[in-house]
């Protein structure tokens, strides 16, 4: 490898929008100097991660971007939440995003997020710990809120059962997880779900933790929720392909997951929290630190997509105002300042569409086009002209200097 | 066939570029009244050769701008520079480029190139004739300076082999090849080309050329080196599939070999000699000349992308200004004239890179879009969009009138 030029890859989650108010979205709503500057002095473009009409997961659309085809790369949320919250899988492992929940006795729903948690998981999820079923090791983590992570390791598993988790609190009862093909591994493997689903509810109901919570008239975390399971497999790195250093700073542990996924090193960075509220100005320093080790700095902010999550205009507002601070901070750093999203969250639908979002490469060389503003409807006469996910990345390697020539 | 009009095809080596100088591209800073005449008059657009992000090779990408998709069609650039010096290849041949080098005694590189010779490389070729080593006959010609090509012919070869030629002059040795599969085919083809290797060294060790240039100081040209090998495989002209006669006009060998692999005929043209210094009148004479007897012409300009190999920002404008200089005395001919390039050299990186190139077709009754320029910025808004190789054979295809329609 032979680097050209280091690069920092800013992704803005569900930063993509459609009409919000006066007839614009929010990227034109808002006053955002440094994003416009960079706009106009590097080039732009329109980008669909996963292709045109397809509504990204936030998993799937950052493997794209990362340079690894969700086709053969994504193997379900589970392992990424679990690398994000820290365990180191091994091959074969099959991990699971759980939430805490609320059940009665007979086991129908009464909270799927257990009245949404505080920090009372990681105490919760201790309990849980040291279970072993048929020879299969059970591992569980907790993660933000109600949110944790559920690990069996052991010979013979499949990920290709159902979940438990019916993914609404409407009148519906615990799902029994069933093997999604008849091999003998599936049948084992949604047994064992099936067990540790049951044992979670013997071990939660009694915790003091919860006995403490029903004392307050607070619903108990009383029963774990499996879904996305997957099963972990290794894969190659972005040095093993490019032959450089990558570093990712995220507050949330699905990133985390992600850049941990392709190999690259999670910088902890105090204060970044992955919501609204998180410290823009530590993570454009901690970034600043970073290219002094690293060739790729891969940096995720979560607020953008949790205001549109909740429609809340205002905030995806405040969140953009605070991207734009951060770019400020960073473009005269020697790189590839590069900004995009990984989908659009519309604020007027709530939910990930399949609208293209901008993307800006700013720095060294690179064509100047005559987009004077950074949006969505300025981005499209861009000289990047619409690209997809995968197609990002190697504009990027390619800039990097660390692409190969096809051909002679 | 019913050919409707005929066309040009003018690739422009290495066109596209970054920003080069006061935020502009090369194509940018040049006076080029012709060129910015045709965008004006015609349809203009932007392309990858083989998709966005892809650092195109000159090989793959004329292959797929003529239809022919280089995963198919490209077996390595042996055999296009082996049809391009005129060797008459036969199904199953392996071709190898090679360079005449200079080693020491123990086969360390002294240089690559062996200082570049000048004109000698076609007397020494002949010394390196006649050779047949386990039945295989050796073919062997020069190209232009130190470059030449390797042809084995006989049963049961491979060129699935790896090269001889360690592609740097520093501190390494010659290479010894070695078959990548296990098949025999590989085993015999690999031993030949060492044996050719070796050979090469004891005949031009001693050869009177050699001790000449050893006379006058001058690095000798004591052994060829291979790389680049590939099987000769008859492809389907464009003859064939389309109907129509087409021809080149080319000073470099490998553009000649391209147009002969897919059936064009080759024009010699004096004064066309792939450099800066290229007589670009005598080949628009040609091209007019053509037109007469041909329904295609394709003309390749090398010197633009010799000049951004160079990093000679001053040369990549003359090379332009040629460039606008041909196009003016072809405008007139009753043919598209089609301007576009087979990848980017920007002048500040002095490679290949994946950058868009700017595409413009001029003639007929085609749409007059809103360009005025004829550059990569310009370039973005015109209506023919952002297309690749493949796709602008089709609409090249078409605008002939030899397409054909998909349904009915």
Known sequence: MFLEKKAILVIVDGLGDRVAREGKTPLQLTKKPNLDELAREGSVGLMNALGPGVIPGSDTSHLAIL???????????????ALGV?????????????NFATVDEELKIIDRRAGRLKDEGK????????????????IFASSTEHRGVLVLRGDGLSSDISDTDPHTSENVFVLESK?????????????????????????????????????EGKLPAN???????????KVESLKDRYGFNSCCIAGAALYKGVAIYVGMEVLEVPGATGRIDTDIEAKAFAAKEALKKFDFVFIHIKGT???????NLKDKILMIEKVDKLVNLLKKEDAYLIVTA?????????????????LLIYGGNIRKDKVKFFDEISASSGCLGHLTGIQLNKVIIDLMGCGHIVGS
Chains 1, 2 share one sequence.
Do not use: M, W
């Not at 919760?124 to 090791?137: D, F, P, R, V």
């Not at 049948?187 to 067990?195: L, P, W, Y």
């Not at 029963?223 to 497999?233: D, P, S």
């Not at 997509?305 to 429609?311: F, N, Q």
């Open 67 to 81: 340079g690894y085809e969700p086709s053969i790369y994504y193997k379900g949320r589970g392992p990424l939440e």
């Open 86 to 98: 820290g365990i180191n899988l091994k091959e074969g492992d099959v991990a699971f995003r759980c």
């Open 123 to 138: 105490e919760l999820a201790k309990s849980l710990q040291g279970l072993k079923i048929e020879g299969i090791e059970v």
């Open 179 to 215: 093997p999604l093909n008849p091999g003998k591994e599936t049948k084992k493997t949604a047994k064992i779900v099936n067990e540790v689903v049951k044992k979670s509810k013997d071990i939660l109901s009694s915790h003091p933790i919860n006995k403490q919570r029903e004392k």
């Open 223 to 233: 029963i774990i929720l499996t879904r996305g399971a997957g099963a972990y497999q």
């Open 305 to 311: 997509d949790s205001a549109s999550h909740d429609g």
């Open 342 to 358: 990984d989908h659009s969250t519309p604020v007027s639908i709530k939910r990930h569409s399949s609208d293209s979002v901008p």
